[in-house]
Every structure is written in C-alpha cells, then in structure tokens.
C-alpha cells in the first residue's frame, strides 16, 4: 500500500479485542524515498577512499538499508548485528551480538538503525563496536525522537527528527506486522514498555 492510497482506519490488528491500526501518515513514500537518497549521496561524499563496512541492526534496519546502500556509489561491505534485552538480578541490561567481528577490525564503521530514542540501545551497540577496534564509528538513523533521549549518543546522519509517536511501517513494526509499508504511519494507542515486557515473559515462565 502506497501513502497516497491509505485511508484512515485501513490498517488494523487486534491485541486482545483493541484495535491498533494506523491512523495517520507521518511520512510519506515520496519523502522517505527522498531522504534516503540525500544521505546515500552524503556518505558517498563523506567516505570517498576508505574502506566502509555499514552495519544494520536487525530487524527493522534492514529496510533503510538495503535503500540506503543503493544509494552509496562506494564499495562497501555490509554486517548484522541483534540486540538482547535481558533483566539480571532486576536490572535491564541491553547487549548486542555481532555476526562477523573481523570484517569490522580497522575498518570505518557505519551504524544503521531505523530509530534512536532514549539511546540505551545504540549506546550498548557502539561500545560492541568499539571493542572490535575500528578505525572509526559513525551512526545513522532515519528516525530520531530526540525528545525521549535518556543517554547522550551521536547521531552523525540523520533521515528525520520526529515527536514521541508510536511509528510503524519501512521496517518498524507493532508485534511485528507493518514493517512492509512504504511510509512512516502512527499508531496512536499503542506503546512498548521494554522492561515491563521482560518481566511479564520472566513472571510467566516462573507461574
């Protein structure tokens, strides 16, 4: 579904009896597509000559990737990496596991990542990174919410600063669905709670 054929109310799933669909457009295709294409010029520009590894946060990364990358006229090399969410002894502990740490070793990093919010997440990333000794580390994201920041990190190339919405859509998701469309869409009754999810999913194996 393209941005310009969605209607409100269109797109809806259900948790338990509630509906959570997309209720409004933030972004459009024409929009996305556009600043995916300026930051693709901008690193092409800013890496000439250097070897450039573009690393992807798995899942939802994968989509501004694999757009980013077409846009970047350089030979490149491209890894994944997952994030873990754990709670240890009650603390929430974020950690990341990268697939291939040898294609990282003296090599200029760039960190791809669909959204930056309180910043815990891209923070446990790049310290995973800088114990693999690059030359260099830069981060990259298409969506920031500035305002939800909890810990000081960089964000060096930036497709869109927005509000603390809920977004769906270009590879985020709500439990999973939406990643497949084009746009950036609102979901306006749903939200996620990383640490309370830990602890029902911990309270439910120990019942």
Request: charged share 25%; glycine share 6%.
């Amino acid at each position: 579904m393209r941005s310009d054929d969605f209607k409100q109310g269109s797109l809806f799933i259900s948790d338990n009896g509630a509906s959570k669909g997309v209720s409004r457009v933030l972004l459009t295709e024409q929009q996305v597509n556009a600043r995916v294409q300026e930051l693709g010029q901008t690193l092409t520009r800013d890496y000439s000559n250097r070897e450039v590894v573009f690393l992807a946060v798995l899942k939802g990364a994968l989509y501004f990737l694999t757009d980013l990358i077409r846009n970047v006229d350089l030979p490149l090399t491209v890894g994944v990496t997952s994030i873990e969410r754990s709670l240890v002894d009650g603390e929430y502990n974020i950690s990341s596991t990268i697939r291939d740490h040898s294609m990282i070793k003296g090599k200029h990093v760039v960190i791809v990542e669909d959204i930056v919010d309180t910043g815990h997440t891209i923070a446990a990333l790049i310290k995973s990174v800088e114990e693999q000794s690059p030359t260099s580390i830069k981060v990259c994201t298409l969506l920031d919410k500035v305002s939800k920041r909890e810990v000081e990190v960089p964000v060096d190339y930036l497709g869109f600063e927005i509000p603390p919405l809920f977004v769906v859509g270009y590879g985020l998701d709500y439990e999973e669905y939406y990643r497949n469309l084009p746009f950036i869409g609102v979901i306006e009754d749903a939200s996620w709670d990383p640490v309370s999810e830990l602890r029902a999913k911990s309270q439910k194996s120990n019942s």
